[in-house]
């Protein structure tokens, strides 16, 4: 379950650092604000998908809960990083 943990957690912190750097010099205040609080919240379920010190172990997030907070593998697309991921990690709950 580690593995599949660390890959969820890699692909949604390279999701947050991609909505971040949507920044630019036409973004205005506001925005760049929104940007930034949407990109940290990404951050902030990343940390609870890894865990007690990043140990990628239960119990993170109970088996449970994953499912009703992120859904469906084809929610994310099956040949997407967040498909894959959930794939990864629903497949080792079975």
Request: proline share 4%; net charge negative.
């Amino acid at each position: 379950m580690a593995d599949a943990r660390y890959q969820l957690n890699r692909c949604m912190r390279r999701i947050a650092d991609q909505i971040h750097g949507t920044i630019n010099d036409n973004t205005t205040d506001e925005d760049a604000t929104a940007i930034r609080e949407g990109s940290e919240l990404i951050r902030v379920l990343a940390r609870f998908v890894a865990g007690v010190e990043g140990r990628y172990e239960p119990p993170a997030i109970p088996n449970e809960i994953f499912y009703q907070a992120f859904g469906a593998v084809g929610d994310w697309g099956y040949r997407r990083p967040m498909g894959e991921a959930l794939k990864n990690i629903y497949t080792e709950m079975s």
